[in-house]
Nanobody, 120 residues
Framework: QVQLVESGGGLVQPGGSLRLSCAASGTIGSINGMGWYRQAPGKQRELVAIIADGGTSNYADSVKGRFTISRDNAKNTVHLQMNSLKPEDTAVYYC??????????????WGQGTQVTVSS
């Protein structure tokens, strides 16, 4: 089985920074794309940033220039450095990964989510 665990969320004032981390563990054969999504109360879950196994990344327009996604393939981890945070960034952030188990077919896995609150 595969499990994704997020960490690094918390309360921060506007203009501050946070670094989210997500570690995948279990019977992993390989990990393709990894990414971060977020969901605010009463709203749909939205894509924040994604990164391919080769390092190519893409971002939502609302976070370009402020957030940076990175990954460590040797440790099966993905990170999201969030700078210049705004109140509208407040949400539960979820880690997502496309993982192929040994002799299996690639499928999406999700973490439990970590709360990010930006408020003064």
């Amino acid at each position: 089985q595969v499990q994704l665990v997020e960490s690094g969320g918390g309360l921060v004032q506007p203009g501050g920074s946070l670094r989210l981390s997500c570690a995948a563990s279990g019977t992993i054969g390989s990990i393709n794309g990894m990414g971060w999504y977020r969901q605010a109360p009463g709203k749909q879950r939205e894509l924040v940033a994604i990164i391919a196994d080769g390092g190519t990344s893409n971002y939502a327009d609302s976070v370009k220039g402020r957030f940076t996604i990175s990954r460590d393939n040797a440790k099966n981890t993905v990170h999201l450095q969030m700078n210049s945070l705004k109140p509208e960034d407040t949400a539960v952030y979820y880690c997502n990964a496309e993982i192929r188990l040994f002799w299996g077919t690639p499928r999406d896995y999700w973490g439990q989510g970590t709360q990010v609150t930006v408020s003064s």
